[in-house]
């Protein structure tokens, strides 16, 4: 699984030093961005993301942004939100991050089509024969076959 983005991308977004915010903070900022975008994309588009050496630019654009939003509501929460410009950054990343779930937008280097429909049923094994009924046999083995697969 691919990191979206890293502790020095975001000190750099946010034009900060390591030293001016507590690692734990800045560790769950980037924990809570890519929580974001991986429960907003689908298993297919993750797996395509991570089996790319290298995170899309626009991907970690989005993570920085978001997690720069947790880390400077972290430090500055008593500011009111409608005047901090990470409010607006945050949503913008989660804007962009809408279009790309909703395939209006496309990740440069990932191929996949954002936006069909999902199966959980991949591999599935019927329980009952839905030819004819004259067709219908008694599978003996059924218990057995289960445990093998």
Do not use: H
């Not at 909703?102 to 999902?118: F, L, P, R």
């Amino acid at each position: 699984m691919a990191d979206f983005c890293e502790s020095a991308d975001v000190l750099t977004n946010i034009n900060m030093s390591a030293s001016e915010i507590p690692s734990a903070l800045l560790l769950k900022a980037i924990i809570k961005a890519e929580a974001e975008i991986r429960v907003a994309f689908s298993s297919d588009l993750l797996a395509a993301l991570d089996a790319l050496e290298e995170t899309p630019a626009i991907i970690k654009s989005i993570a920085e942004d978001i997690a720069s939003y947790y880390v400077m509501r972290g430090l500055y929460s008593g500011n009111t939100p409608s005047l901090n410009a990470w409010t607006d950054k945050y949503k913008e990343a989660k804007g962009l991050l809408k279009e790309i779930v909703a395939g209006t937008k496309q990740i440069e280097g990932v191929d996949v089509e954002i936006g069909e429909i999902q199966s959980s049923t991949k591999n599935y094994k019927r329980t009952f024969d839905e030819r004819d009924e004259t067709n219908w046999i008694t599978d003996e083995n059924k218990l057995e076959d289960l445990e093998d697969d």
